[in-house]
């Protein structure tokens, strides 16, 4: 017999009735039925529940044991009585007497309990992860997360893609976020840096005349934590292919992320028909640019109606230069105690509050309520309900101002008013593709013009968009968002210097900067680049939808806290003077 087991703690049920077995695992519960004990012993694949009486010669040692103890156990399989069957557990017909006990590994007092369903602070979870990592639930998502990464690899093959691994160690690159910089001990004073992403390799092996290319790739990024977003590290499926445009970039990642989220949903519906919104649209429509469409609202802008009306916030509000009023629909949301819950809610998020209007009963039919109905009139709030489509028992909420400046708040409030009323549909997982991306952005303090997405994207147009204001200049760029949540971000990929070293000159690089910073690539580019673009999907974004879950952490093995500390292995730590010393490094402490 095997020195630890003969079968998994899932595998034995009555055909194994009379068999001598040994199994290996932690003592998930123990119960004490005077002179009787039963465990239910758990491993990696399920429970199986052993017991022992004073006949057996292990009584005394079992007596010792307590919950997480592992141990090892040599018995007998017998059958459980009809009524004391478990039809939950696949080993629920039997159960093991125990003949022979080894206790592998004692345990001390636990800091949190495996067993059952209690919440603990995550800083606890955090320390002693390696214990909340055996309960059933992170084990079920972290063996979701395995046959997601699996299905996805199985996938890109089917599909005609080679998977090519590429450098962790290499120079820094803006990329929209801060580096993980590693200093050279060979070259001092010199850094490497981790890659927050694998760009300019995949370009390079595009350049290098490998058609499709994908990885399973860690990505590092030193970012501020967020519940969706690890602070240091990440997985995603990076991909890249030459000769496409756009819309071949959709073609082919759409039934990879449809089958992975076919397979793994839970019998969720998916969405077969992806919609591509511009950048713009959706900033208008949803308030943001990862708009979750199980919710049916789409704001509408209703300037028109308050320019020289009564209400003069925004009637004043409008004679200022880029400004405008938003509404968003509220259907069912007509009482003026959900409309003030809201106004309440705009007041929580720093604004003064949401101006609203809902429609109810009146003497000569439907009337239109609340402060605004007063202030514009009857002609005027008609028009607006007419133009939302909105009727009785229905509101309508209107934010104004500069959009920048309530954009993210109405979104969050279409959020809200979408959940609160019911009219997010639950069980769906909604995608959409988010186009045409601005290439710059303008810094509203220094009025510096940079870019705002990947800086490697072609701009449509090629060289002659670039010769006109660079806020007019579309990339293309595209994300792919599900539930509210960015899964995708990609572009077709720059692959010409001339227009490379144009849109770098807008965003404040000159030449020599780009080819000293790029210089890999631009050299490579003069060599018969061949067009190409691609994207990468957030593999921890994707199982966290899937499992269910509204934080990341939940779905990474050892993740890091809110403040990136790993409280488990104690890092980041000092290093040591001699560390220090061989780096050419010295730590100058902070007032």
Not at 213 to 221: K, S, V
Not at 376 to 390: D, H, K, M, V, Y
Not at 433 to 455: L, Q
Not at 520 to 530: E, H, I, S, T, Y
């Amino acid at each position: 017999m095997h020195a630890f087991r003969s079968h998994t703690c899932a595998e034995l049920t009555k055909t194994n009735v009379g068999d001598t077995v040994r199994l290996s695992g932690w003592v998930h519960r123990v119960r004490d039925h005077g002179g009787v004990l039963f465990i239910d012993l758990r491993d990696h694949y399920g429970v199986t529940q052993v017991l022992c009486d004073s006949d057996s010669a292990a009584f005394s040692e079992l007596e010792k044991v307590r919950s997480e103890w592992c141990i090892r156990i040599d018995g007998e399989v017998k059958a459980r009585h009809p009524d004391l069957i478990n039809p939950k557990l696949p080993t629920g017909e039997i159960e093991v007497y125990v003949r022979e006990l080894e206790v592998l590994g004692a345990a001390e007092e636990l800091p949190l309990m495996v067993f059952g369903d209690q919440e603990y602070p995550e800083e606890t979870r955090l320390r002693y992860r390696y214990l909340d990592l055996r309960r059933e639930a992170m084990q079920t998502n972290m063996k979701l997360r395995s046959d997601v990464v699996a299905s996805i690899r199985r996938r890109m093959w089917d599909i005609g893609f080679r998977e090519y691994q590429t450098p962790i160690i290499t120079a820094s690159s803006p990329e929209g976020a801060r580096d993980f910089l590693v200093p050279s001990r060979l070259h001092p004073g010199k850094f490497y840096a981790l890659p927050q992403a694998p760009q300019q390799f995949k370009q390079l092996i595009m350049v290098s005349g490998f058609d499709k290319y994908f990885q399973i790739a860690p990505c590092f990024r030193d970012e501020d934590p967020r519940a969706d977003r690890s602070p240091t590290d990440f997985y995603q499926l990076d991909m890249e292919m030459s000769f496409v445009e756009q819309q071949d970039v959709f073609d082919t990642i759409q039934p990879v992320i449809e089958g992975v989220f076919e397979e793994f949903g839970g019998g969720h519906k998916v969405d077969r028909h992806w919609p591509q919104i511009s950048y713009r649209d959706a900033a208008k429509w949803y308030g943001t640019d990862k708009p979750d469409l199980r919710n049916p609202i789409k704001m509408q802008d209703v300037s028109q109606h308050f320019r020289g009306s009564g209400f003069a916030i925004f009637a004043k509000l409008l004679e200022q230069e880029g400004t405008e009023v938003r509404a968003i629909p509220a259907p069912g949301g007509g009482s003026r105690k959900f409309c003030d819950r809201m106004n309440k809610f705009a007041q929580e998020q720093g604004l003064p509050g949401m101006g609203y209007i809902f429609w109810r009963d009146g003497e000569d039919g439907m009337e239109a309520a609340g402060p605004l109905a007063k202030n514009i009139g009857p002609e005027r709030t008609e028009a607006i309900r007419q133009q939302l489509g909105l009727g009785k028992g229905d509101a309508a909420f209107f934010l104004g101002g500069k959009p920048q400046a309530f954009e993210a708040v109405a979104g969050r409030a279409r959020n809200v008013i979408g959940e609160e009323l019911n009219l997010t549909e639950k069980n769906r997982f909604a995608f959409c593709w988010v186009v045409d991306f601005p290439m710059y952005e303008k810094d509203d303090e220094t009025g510096a013009i940079d870019f705002s997405h990947n800086p490697f994207s072609m701009p449509q147009g090629g060289i002659e968009a670039l010769a006109g204001d660079p806020l007019e200049v579309l990339g293309y760029q595209y994300d792919l968002a599900c539930n509210g949540y960015e899964l995708i971000s990609g572009a077709i990929r720059n692959h010409r210097p001339d227009i490379m070293f144009k849109a770098f000159e807008l965003a404040g690089y000159p030449p020599e900067e780009v080819t000293k910073r790029f210089g890999g690539m631009v050299n490579a580019f003069k060599f018969g680049a061949p067009p190409h673009g691609g994207c990468a999907a957030g593999i921890d974004r994707i199982v966290m939808l899937l499992a269910d879950k509204a934080n990341i952490r939940e779905v990474i093995m050892f993740p890091m806290n809110q403040r990136a500390e790993d409280l488990m292995m104690g890092a980041p730590s000092l290093p040591t003077n001699e560390q220090l010393r061989e780096l050419s490094l010295r730590v100058v402490e902070q007032e």
